[in-house]
């Protein structure tokens, strides 16, 4: 499975813009690169996901490379409720066992006040 | 609306006795899903159901962990004998369908405190 790399930790000012990287130097051509947070003491939520072009929702926006190797999760605007554990991941579009949700570490998001 | 409701949100329980834990998906979400997070660690995938059957139980770590979901909606996960090593946070998701594209949507979780 192809794998993913996020750095372990982030620290950001409220009302900041954070950036958080993912390298995927491994990805395939039918992965679609998902983002999930998880707050303390929560189940993980659903973020954004894209596959090559970059991508706006009401949560985020999600920028890929051109060559795919990674992407950054970007949130406009920090808030307190943004710190939380974001994980970087990758889904192969059909087959096998896709449905299967892989985490690694993530990076712990801390947002001062 | 509605979302993934688990229960209960936290068990502590004495080791070698049963637990059952329950999943409520969100109504029409035909995947469902367990996983479960030990401390510090990752997501650790168990069982993916397809309506009422399970076609990947692979994820389960022994014949001492079973689950069943009835009526398309409702999941039961049933541990026996449990074990220390059985602590941890599990976590039920379910999803429209099950493609690479779907969100999954994650309950609270319940907290497995095996003493």
């Known amino acids: 499975d192809a794998k993913t790399t996020q750095p372990n930790s982030m620290e950001s000012n409220e009302e900041e813009p954070v950036h958080l990287p993912c390298n995927h130097s491994t990805i395939s051509g039918t992965d679609y690169i998902h983002w999930y947070r998880q707050l303390p003491s929560q189940g993980p939520e659903y973020v954004i996901h894209?596959?090559?072009s970059n991508v706006n929702n009401r949560m985020a926006s999600l920028a890929i490379a051109e060559d795919r190797k990674s992407s950054t999760l970007i949130l406009h605007r920090a808030t307190l409720r943004d710190a939380a554990v974001y994980y970087c991941?990758?889904?192969?579009?059909?087959?096998?066992?896709?449905?299967?949700?892989?985490f690694g570490k993530g990076t712990l998001l801390t947002v001062n006040p | 609306g509605a979302g993934v409701s688990q229960s209960p949100s936290n068990k502590v329980t004495e080791k070698g006795k049963d637990v059952e834990l329950r999943c409520d998906p969100i109504s029409g979400h035909t995947a469902l899903y367990w996983y479960r997070q030990s401390l510090g660690q990752g997501l650790e995938f168990l069982i993916y159901?397809?309506?009422?059957?399970?076609?990947?139980k692979s994820g389960l770590p022994s014949d001492r962990f079973s689950a069943e979901r009835t009526g398309g909606s409702v999941s039961t996960l049933t541990i026996q004998r449990t074990q220390q090593e059985d602590s941890a946070v599990y976590l039920c998701?379910?999803?429209?369908?099950?493609?690479?594209?779907?969100?999954?949507?994650f309950g609270p979780g319940t907290r497995l405190t095996v003493l």
């Open positions: 991941i990758l889904r192969p579009n059909s087959g096998g066992s896709n449905y299967k949700l892989t």
């Open positions: 894209g596959l090559t």
């Open positions: 998701a379910s999803s429209f369908s099950s493609g690479g594209t779907d969100t999954q949507y």
């Open positions: 159901f397809q309506g009422n059957s399970a076609p990947d």
